[in-house]
Nanobody, 124 residues
Framework: QVQLVESGGGLVQAGGSLRLSCAVS????????MGWFRQAPGKEREFVAS????????YYADSAKGRFTISRDNAKKTVYLQMNSVKPEDTAVYYC?????????????????WGQGTQVTVSS
């Protein structure tokens, strides 16, 4: 059974940095794209960043462009989200998603598996 486990969340001051990780456990016999999403209290889950299986294609929400970087290490079956210059409005539970195949996507409905989430809190 394939599972996703996020880590790296925590409390950080505005302007600081944080790196989230998402480890894929279990047997994965197929390729998969990955995405990061976040959900703040009272709001819907929203897209943050995605990366294709090869890592050649990345896509970012406007709110993340220039501050966040998504990357992956297929040998470790791990995807990362480097968050720099964080802002209080980045406060949310961050989820990683897995989509079987070569590509990822920006819509939650495209993803086949989800992690349990990791809390990121940015203080002002």
């Amino acid at each position: 059974q394939v599972q996703l486990v996020e880590s790296g969340g925590g409390l950080v001051q505005a302007g600081g940095s944080l790196r989230l990780s998402c480890a894929v456990s279990g047997r994965t016999s197929s390729t998969f794209g990955m995405g990061w999403f976040r959900q703040a209290p009272g709001k819907e889950r929203e897209f943050v960043a995605s990366i294709s299986w090869s890592g050649s294609y990345t896509y970012y929400a406007d709110s993340a462009k220039g501050r966040f970087t998504i990357s992956r290490d297929n040998a470790k079956k791990t995807v990362y989200l480097q968050m720099n210059s964080v802002k209080p409005e980045d406060t949310a539970v961050y989820y990683c998603g897995l989509r079987w195949g070569q590509t990822a996507g920006t819509r939650t409905a495209l993803y086949d598996l989800w992690g349990q989430g990791t809390q990121v809190t940015v203080s002002s």
